[in-house]
Every structure is written in structure tokens, then in C-alpha cells.
């Protein structure tokens, strides 16, 4: 994908399978010359080697397969035993020109301290949904997703789900990320020339604790995603992002789905600006350089208020929300086979994706839409991959800043959930107008470091067995916070979890 001329728009995720294979053999990527047996497979050897059940007749193909995780570790720092009991599966396939996806997976798990703590103060697992306790110090939670789609016309694409999507050429977003829970959503897509065009609409939840005592349906709020992606040339790729985020009911009582935002191709802004100017927007772009076929550069720059005077007045006024993203993937580094290693820097600023009120930001079920710390952050990232036949090697390094808040309503502009109105205003809220730095309020340092080897088992479903260590550290002048974990799993990894913040 990653290579001078394939016109593939990378920044894009979920990839099309469809367009996917145009590009490479999926079939040979995955089993890149692993030795499988030979002739019909019985079920034990279709578990270890195959999907588990199939059906390809004329125009149908089906397949089933287990999702699982069985870990087990301990978190050194406190002496708690961790483990993790995950069972589910994954129905894919296409009838037709209709093609589909289905998953479900149940769990319970005890975690090491540092996301214990983000699952208790949240009432969420990373990117996992809500949680309730189970037994002593463990948590339940589960989570289903699917889509259905085809190809209307020559080159339009339509799809109605319920999941993530990822905009960007990063390990992280700083436009869309798929960090937070899955969400219902309805996207358009068109492929034509060198550009690809997504609109998608989707609907996202505020957790509410009072509402979650009694059964009652959490607040609701809609976001609509435009996103225009340019192979300008062989090895040059920009894309332009915009979203709007408004609430379902506003000072004017239920509004539910606003028709105004229903037009594919209006530019989002200047419709909200009409309305009266109430709902979040969020701008921004990506752009990708592939350099040769062992190194591609990529970067991002996000913007959620922009006033000429204030940018260049030198004041930090609060409302200066933007961030940037830059980084580099390399590949077979120094000629060594399957040797990949990626660097990454990303910043935002305070009050970055937050609105007047909770319901407003640009968030989903207490975590973020787009990078997984909010807001009001600098961050360093470098993740190492090296694979030999079906063994892989990866050690990912973390360091980040942020400023925090101190919990006594005032909000420094890392929690986006928070209202970003000046105080006294609001009980809660932003303390001034101007002099706000990447870091104020409650300095906080984390270092995260996590090294693992694994063994393929089955390519179908990421069927591996895994052994590795953790090492974090978050400080501040308030606590201190130590995690050294020793894990070992087998698990299949078909889908990003995000432990590394």
C-alpha cells in the first residue's frame, strides 16, 4: 500500500477488502509463505489454519470464525494476579453484491492498576464500551458490531453499521479515531480519478450516572463526518477532514436528526454558522509522502477555532484550538526483511474538541473521538515490529505530557467532556480568557513501554500466542503511579485496543 503508484488512499480505515485486493493478495500477505497442510482440512486443523467454517458457492461466501482471549499476568507494582476471559466470533462474507460483517464478544476481566483507574472514574473499558463489576476487583463488558454495504454504481459505495472508523496515516488520530466505543453510523463513500470522498453520518451517546441507576436511555448527540482524500501524485497524498457535533435535544427543545446537515457534499461550516452558530466543528487535514519504498512520512494538523488576531496576537487565548501530528514508517529498515519501525509526535492544545457543554464535545460514552488523551498534551511515540516467519517482535515506547485537571470544576482543557465556559459563569469550566500553554493546570509525565513476543497460530483470525511485559509510570505532584506487568495470552488480535496512554 505503501508504495510509490498504487493510488490506494491509505488514510482511510476500515479498508474495502474489494479494493484491498486490487493492490496486494491478501491471501499471500497473510500467509506469507506459511507451511499449512495440504488437501481437506479436518476441524482441528481448519482452527489452526483456516477460517472454522466456510461456504463459497457461485456468487455466496460465508465464514465463521472463534474470537477469543485467554491471558493471564501480574501487576507487580500492587501484587494483583491479572487475567482475561474474552469468547466471541465473527461472521463475514457477501451474498451477491451485498457484503457483510458481524462480530460479538463477551468478557470479564482483573486489569493492572492504571486502567483500573480510568475504568472506575469512567464506568468504561478502553475503546470496550461500559463495564460493571465482577467479583471482587474484576469487570464485565461486552461489545457487537456489524455492517452491511455494496456498490450502487460505478463508483459510489454505501454502508450502514455499527462500529469504529480511523482517519489518518498514524497510530493515532488526531481527526477520527477508533479509540472510543463503536456507535451507529450511515457512510457514503465515492472512488473516482485520484480522490476518494466519505460522508458519514453517526449518532453518539453522553453516559449519564444517574441515568445508568435507573435504566434510563443515555443523552444522545449526532456527528457528521466529511473527509476528501487527493493522490495529487505517485508519492503525494492530502486529505481535508470537517465534522460538526450537535446534541439531539438543545435549548430549543428534542431536535433530533437536523436535515440541515443532510446534503453530502455541503461544507459544514457555513451551514452550522447559519443555525446560529451552536454546535462544535472541527477542521482539519492529513497528508501523506510516500519518500521510497522503505520510508513514508505522514502528518496531520487539526482546528477547532480560528480568529486571526488572537492566533498571531501572542496572548494564548483559550479558544486557540488546534494540534499537529508528525511521523515516519519505515520499512525493512537497513535491508533487514519485515524490520518496521514508526515515530510519531502529536500535540493539542487546551479545550481542543470540548464545547460549551458536555453534550456538545467530541466524544462518545466518556472518551474521546479523536486521540485517546483529549487534549492539552504533547506526546512522543516509537513502535518497533520485527517478523520472522510466524514469530513477531514488538516493543512500543510512550512518553507524554499533559496538564490535568485537579477534580474542583476548573477545567485546564484536557478532558474534553468538560465545559470550556469562563468561570463564574458556570459551576464548571475554564478559569480565564488568555495564557493557557500545552501542560497547565495539573503537570502530569507518563512513560509507557510495552515489549511482547508472539507466535502466529492462524493467520484467518489472528489466532497468537503472546508473552510480554509492561513497564509505566505516571507522576505528578499529586500521585504517583507504578505498573510493571508480566502477561502471557493466547488470544486472537483482530482489533486495535489502545493501553498505551
Known sequence: ?????????????????????????TDSVLYDNLRIPEGRLNIWQRFLHDDLISLDKEDINIVVNPLFAFEGGRENSEGITTWTNTRGL?????????????????????????????ANKTNMMPGQGQRKNFGTNGHDYAQATGYIGFNFAKYFNFQLGNGKHFIGDGHRSLLLSDGAFSYPYVKLTADFWNIKYMVMWNKMLNYDSVADQHDFRYPGKYGVHQYLDWNINK?????FYAN?????????GHRGFDIHYLNPVNFFRPVEYNLGSPDNVTMGFNARYIASKWL?????????EFKFDEVFSGNKWWANKHGFQLGAKTFDLFGINK????????QARPYTYSHYTSIYSYSHLNQPMAHILGANFREGLAILKYRKNRWQFKAELMATMYGDDYGDGISWGK???????????DTDGRPREHGYSIGDGLKTNVYNADVNVSFLVNPRNMFNIVAGARIRKMSNDLETIDTQHVYFGIRTSLKSLYYNF
Open 1 to 25: 500500500m505503501y508504495q510509490p503508484g498504487t493510488n490506494f488512499h491509505t488514510s482511510i480505515r476500515q479498508y474495502r477488502m474489494d479494493q484491498l485486493n486490487e493492490v496486494i493478495n
Open 90 to 118: 465473527f461472521i463475514k462474507g457477501n451474498i451477491g453484491k451485498l457484503y457483510f460483517y458481524t462480530d460479538f464478544v463477551e468478557n470479564q476481566a482483573v486489569v493492572p492498576n492504571y486502567i483500573n483507574v480510568f
Open 235 to 239: 508519492r503525494l497524498s492530502l486529505g
Open 244 to 252: 460538526v457535533v450537535y446534541a439531539e435535544k438543545d435549548t430549543t
Open 296 to 304: 513514508t512520512f505522514y502528518g496531520q494538523f487539526v482546528m477547532g
Open 339 to 346: 524490520l518496521d519501525v514508526q515515530l510519531e509526535y502529536n
Open 415 to 425: 478532558d474534553v467532556l468538560m465545559p470550556n465556559t469562563q468561570r463564574p459563569l
